[in-house]
């Protein structure tokens, strides 16, 4: 649409904008994300991501409800905002926004084209040195918003916390865990040390440099609010390793983020007690997840003997 083009020019500089490749349709088709190649202007190309609500909205697990799709909507709303109003550096990058506006119900976000800056490749299994960049790259991003107000974003960060998962939660058939899921949910939003967290951290959202040695870039900011950094390491972790793996590298892991974290965080915080209390909440988010789940797809591969030893420390520490 001639709006849309005429912005993408706007804050371009560019004299011609033609649509490129799809990169990818937007979770049950809440739009799209496209590479729009320019001509003219000192950049080749952009990403835009194209929000447009449909009339009926598809949902893979079923779960097409009218509370799913306001949550879809504020997620697209949350995201402009993080874009239009927040910064990261170059230790945890993220693509630069150019342009986030609003037309009516449809939301265009022109973003810099990370495959331009060298953040070119996309992995679906990963080796150590880029699971660890990956974990640098969250230490980073927690150290730089620890203690910042989510201000515009989500109040509680994730996709999965419990205040939106009403109906998951009623679908659970674990009963001992949903009778103490509230409390978990609450020990986790009650910790001391709050950061911003990325809220969907999966590997799918990690671009990772051509060259190995530029690290990575972290995409799609629709969850992204306050909270425990050790959801998105939990979330993270999750993604990308099996239980045999979690089992033998998980505290390795753990060790080189709060490493990074500690050399990111410096003196503005008492980190002793910040990775007490983080090491700690490990295994509730851990837990926290791992019940979302049992209620939205009990069959996901996730759901695994790993995941369930974790929820049985921490049920036992409750009871």
Same mark, same amino acid.
């Given at each position: 649409m001639q709006?849309y083009q005429?912005l /993408?020019l706007?804050?371009?500089g560019?004299?011609?904008?033609r649509k490129g490749?799809k990169i990818?349709?937007l #979770?049950s088709?809440y739009?799209? /994300?496209?590479?729009?190649?320019?001509?003219?202007?000192?950049?080749?190309?952009?990403?835009?991501?194209?929000?447009? *609500?449909p009339?009926e909205?598809s949902h =893979? %697990?079923? #779960?097409?409800?009218?509370m799913?799709h306001?949550r879809?909507v504020r997620?697209y709303q949350v995201e402009?905002y993080?874009?239009?109003?927040?910064a990261?550096n170059e !230790?945890? !990058?993220? =693509?630069?926004c150019?342009?986030?506006?609003s037309?009516?119900?449809?939301?265009?976000?022109?973003? $810099?084209?990370?495959?331009v800056?060298g953040f070119? $490749?996309?992995?679906?299994?990963?080796?150590?040195?880029?699971?660890r960049?990956?974990?640098?790259w969250?230490?980073?991003?927690?150290?730089l918003?620890?203690g910042?107000?989510?201000?515009g974003? #989500?109040p509680?960060?994730t996709y #999965?916390?419990?205040?939106? !998962? =009403?109906?998951?939660? $009623?679908?659970?058939?674990?009963k001992?865990?949903?009778k103490?899921?509230?409390e978990?949910?609450r020990?986790?939003?009650?910790?001391?040390?709050?950061?911003?967290?990325?809220g969907?951290?999966k590997l799918?959202n *990690?671009?990772?440099?051509?060259?190995g040695?530029?690290g990575v @870039?972290?995409?799609?900011?629709?969850?992204v609010?306050?909270?425990?950094?050790m959801k998105?390491?939990i979330?993270?972790? %999750?993604?990308?390793m099996? $239980?045999?793996q979690?089992?033998?590298r998980? =505290?390795?892991?753990?060790?080189?983020?709060?490493?990074?974290?500690?050399?990111?965080?410096g003196?503005?915080?008492n980190?002793?007690d910040?990775?007490?209390?983080w !090491?700690?909440?490990? @295994?509730? @988010?851990w837990?926290d997840f791992?019940r979302?789940?049992?209620?939205w797809m009990?069959?996901?591969h996730?759901v695994n003997?790993?995941?369930?030893?974790l929820a049985?420390d921490v049920?036992?520490?409750l009871?």
């Amino acid at each position: 649409m001639q709006k849309y083009q005429d912005l /993408i020019l706007q804050v371009t500089g560019a004299k011609a904008a033609r649509k490129g490749a799809k990169i990818q349709t937007l #979770w049950s088709g809440y739009g799209e /994300i496209t590479k729009i190649d320019l001509e003219g202007c000192d950049r080749p190309s952009v990403v835009v991501k194209h929000v447009k *609500f449909p009339q009926e909205s598809s949902h =893979p %697990g079923g #779960w097409n409800t009218d509370m799913s799709h306001q949550r879809k909507v504020r997620s697209y709303q949350v995201e402009t905002y993080w874009y239009q109003n927040y910064a990261t550096n170059e !230790r945890c !990058r993220i =693509p630069v926004c150019l342009a986030a506006r609003s037309f009516g119900d449809e939301q265009v976000i022109v973003l $810099e084209d990370l495959d331009v800056a060298g953040f070119d $490749e996309r992995r679906d299994s990963v080796k150590d040195g880029e699971i660890r960049a990956c974990l640098s790259w969250l230490a980073n991003f927690h150290a730089l918003f620890l203690g910042v107000e989510p201000k515009g974003l #989500w109040p509680i960060g994730t996709y #999965w916390h419990l205040e939106t !998962r =009403p109906d998951e939660l $009623e679908a659970m058939s674990d009963k001992q865990l949903k009778k103490f899921a509230g409390e978990i949910d609450r020990i986790l939003n009650n910790c001391q040390f709050k950061t911003i967290v990325h809220g969907d951290a999966k590997l799918a959202n *990690f671009c990772f440099s051509g060259t190995g040695s530029g690290g990575v @870039a972290a995409v799609d900011f629709q969850y992204v609010g306050g909270g425990c950094g050790m959801k998105d390491v939990i979330y993270f972790l %999750g993604s990308c390793m099996n $239980e045999k793996q979690c089992e033998k590298r998980v =505290p390795e892991l753990l060790d080189y983020y709060f490493s990074e974290l500690r050399a990111a965080v410096g003196q503005q915080a008492n980190f002793k007690d910040l990775e007490a209390e983080w !090491r700690d909440m490990f @295994a509730y @988010a851990w837990t926290d997840f791992h019940r979302f789940l049992l209620g939205w797809m009990p069959g996901h591969h996730k759901v695994n003997k790993y995941s369930r030893k974790l929820a049985q420390d921490v049920l036992s520490k409750l009871k």
